[in-house]
């Protein structure tokens, strides 16, 4: 088995209302895929420059996914 194929961040902050909507619609498809595929919760710091424009983000190996996710989106980085 490939666990952790490619590096999966989801960039969040406490105040985020969107980011647990993202964290609930990542989990579900990496769900589909039965441990598979792990991910990190790195919360940003806003005094902080992490290069994160907006937020909730995505990150999957080199592909970006900004704002809130469609399922298809997540689908197509773990495989491109």
Do not use: W
């Amino acid at each position: 088995m490939y666990r952790n194929m490619k590096e999966i961040l989801l960039f969040t902050t406490d105040d985020c209302p969107y980011c647990n909507v993202a964290e609930t619609i990542l989990k579900e498809v990496l769900n589909e895929y039965s441990g598979l595929f792990e991910y990190k919760t790195i919360k940003v710091d806003k005094n902080k420059n992490v290069n994160i424009l907006s937020l909730p983000t995505i990150i999957v190996g080199q592909k970006r996914i900004e704002g809130l996710p469609e399922k298809d989106q997540i689908h197509s980085a773990l495989f491109s």
